[in-house]
């Protein structure tokens, strides 16, 4: 905001609406409040706000493509702006990355600025030189950002490296996850369920539930509704609807939200999942006036649920989990579990469908023929149709690589068995070599 107009700034308001509107609020949040020190660098360097000095120069994005390094020196200097001169205090590693990440938010806004004014609307340039001028200058932007991208790249290298195991769950895993959530009843009492009621081990357990066979994200499953479930034409089947909301009665002071536009998604619901919700609703589920939210707290206020006590029941599941199970967190395997969060179920969902999904499609491609190189499957060909399904049904976008990362159990078991048949096939080429080999030492041992 302009402080003496009382109004928005132009150019970063265009890039919140065409850009930002479909983000998360926390990553509305954190990109505008760098375009915001960057408006507060241009202002101490320059005298005049960014927005006067863009539309001063004919819409020229490259007026601040050159200020990259000057406003990463800004911001290492504690928001002052000394042309050439780095202070000697000494600033945190992460404070460095913290500021790195700052400059690559604004890089981002450069980006919009190339896409929207280095257009006909702006200039009177043919549609070629255009092109020309635009791709001049996201090259620019590109080499820009790959130099603050190695200034972060050692913070998730390291990460990487450090943390033992995978972040999603086995087979195995799921099954003893399961042994802990199911609800007590008056038949069976369950002994690891960390919950005392009844009501609450019932919400608690279908909350995990859908997590997994979902791969709903936390602010997804606190934003659905009763009206979220909705019949077929036929009503033989129930889909679960995910979208934003228009609630007049919000009291979570962090409101959840859809991460992006490809968020809004239908899903089919499990006929089973449909029984629980139903179940739920009808029977457990607190009765308020005030709002439609699926899940809420458990005091009278049935106030809807919130992040914290989502992370909540997580973090007394996972007690339950690392001391009843603690060979899945032990550093010895290398398949073990980092940590049971409510994160870990969107990796398992990913891990688990992503196989069921890749398993069906290569049976598939092997009756039909099809995905056949030279006379043999290609199977990074029917990775990457299930990675296209595993988008839509997770809500990414078309071009995301999430799927990547949040499939990497998988997609480790696929390349260490690729790899394994391969040495296998080898080993058989050298047979001879290797049977001499080990009559030798066999001997040498006995």
Known sequence: MDLETSLPLLYPLRYHIDHLAFRSLSTQSASLQSV???????????????????YS???NPDIA?????????????????????????????????????????VIHFI?????????????????KALSLLASRLHTRLQLCRENYRTLTSNKFSQHSHSSQGFQSLSGAMVLSLYGIITPSSAQKHNPLNPFPSGHLQFRNFLIIRLLLNYGLRTGEILLLECSSIKPNLKGDKFSLIVTTVDEAYEPRKNAPSLKNAWANRVLELDKQDYIFLSIYIAKLRPKTDKHDFI???????????????VHSIFSKVDKVFTNQYPEYKSPLYSDSLQRLTPHTTRHTWAFLTLQKIWHSKYLKSQQNKTHFVAGVPSL?????????????????????QMPDLYAKRFLSEQANTANVQRIIQDNAALHNTLDTIMDRYTDDII
Not at 36 to 54: D, N
Not at 80 to 99: D, E, F, G, I, M
Not at 111 to 127: E, H, K, V, W
Request: glycine share 6%; aromatic share 16%.
């Open 111 to 127: 980006s919009f600025l190339i896409n929207t004014y280095i257009s006909p609307a702006y200039r009177d340039d043919s549609p």
């Open 65 to 105: 493509v050159g200020e990259m390094p000057a406003f990463w020196m800004y911001l290492e200097n504690g928001h002052n702006v000394q042309s050439n001169v780095l202070s000697l205090t000494r600033v945190t590693k992460a404070n460095s990355l913290t500021h790195t990440v700052r400059v690559r938010a």
């Open 380 to 400: 990074s060909g029917i990775m990457e149709e299930a990675k296209d399904e595993l988008r839509l049904m997770g809500g990414w976008s078309p071009t995301s």
């Open 295 to 309: 899940f809420t707290s458990s005091q009278q206020s049935a106030k809807p649920l919130s992040y914290t006590s």
């Open 36 to 54: 915001k020190f960057f408006y507060e660098f241009w202002r101490q360097k320059y005298g005049v706000s960014f927005c006067y000095s863009f």
């Open 57 to 59: 120069s004919d819409h």
